[in-house]
């Protein structure tokens, strides 16, 4: 098993629409969660953490759940500029006492007219 | 004024040559990373320093060699360079790793082709 594995996509959905990403990790012992966005042919950006409460950001609500090792992001009323790859990220330790971030392969999203 | 830098933005070069890619930071952070970017998309670590001090090391041939000369840059150098080699090359930095806000900083990346 990955140790990060979303579904690649891509979503196709027209404008206004509500979107939602699934994300599953294999590692029980990740301690932190984040969604990353990426630009075609850009570098990826922090677009939000992940909290076991669930958190939301405007359009935007992410979802943990340590039971099932599964990280949601669900986008309301797309627009076209959310057209992007986002990246399922958790952190992961190392043996070195340092952490370091695994991303997964992304999601493609692409909003229409 | 871009946070992370990397030069060159694109690189074409021959299977067998030798290249180094630069990457400096001017956010003041104390870790400093590369990834590789393949054709699938799939972003992979493949090492991280903290104060010039390498603290990870992926399973990367020994072709790749890092360098920090200060904890502002980190430089990548392949030597023999393979067709497996054409990828995207990330630099990026964060505060400190232990301090585990997620956040990592990019550089724009590094086109790299090998013919």
């Known amino acids: 098993r990955k140790e990060v594995e979303q579904d690649p996509g891509p979503f196709n959905v027209p404008e206004g629409a509500t979107v939602a990403f699934n994300c599953t990790y294999s590692?029980?012992?990740?301690?932190?969660f984040f969604w990353y966005r990426q630009d075609c042919r850009k570098e990826p950006k922090l677009l939000m953490s992940?909290?076991?409460s669930g958190n939301e950001d405007g359009r935007f609500t992410a979802q943990l759940n340590r039971a099932s090792q599964y990280i949601s992001l669900l986008i309301r009323d797309s627009k076209l500029s959310d057209s992007a790859t986002y990246l399922c990220?958790?952190?992961?330790?190392?043996?070195?006492?340092?952490?370091?971030?695994?991303f997964g392969k992304g999601t493609m999203l692409l909003v229409s007219p | 004024d871009t946070a992370v830098s990397q030069t060159p933005k694109y690189l074409v070069t021959q299977m067998g040559n030798d290249k180094s890619i630069k990457c400096e930071q001017n956010?003041?952070?104390?870790?400093m990373y590369w990834y590789k970017q393949d054709s699938k998309k799939f972003l992979k670590i493949m090492f991280s320093?903290?104060?010039?001090?390498?603290?990870i090391n992926e399973t990367v041939p020994n072709r790749f060699s890092p360098k920090s000369p200060d904890k502002a840059h980190l430089n990548l150098h392949i030597n023999s360079l393979e067709l497996g080699d054409s990828a995207v090359y990330f630099c990026?930095?964060?505060?400190?790793?232990?301090?585990?806000?997620?956040?990592?900083?990019f550089g724009e990346g590094s086109r790299l082709t090998v013919l």
């Open positions: 990026a930095s964060s505060p400190p790793v232990r301090a585990n806000t997620g956040e990592l900083f």
């Open positions: 590692n029980s012992a990740s301690q932190s």
């Open positions: 956010l003041g952070h104390d870790t």
């Open positions: 320093y903290n104060n010039k001090e390498l603290i």
């Open positions: 992940v909290y076991s």
């Open positions: 990220v958790v952190t992961k330790a190392e043996n070195s006492g340092y952490s370091t971030l695994t």
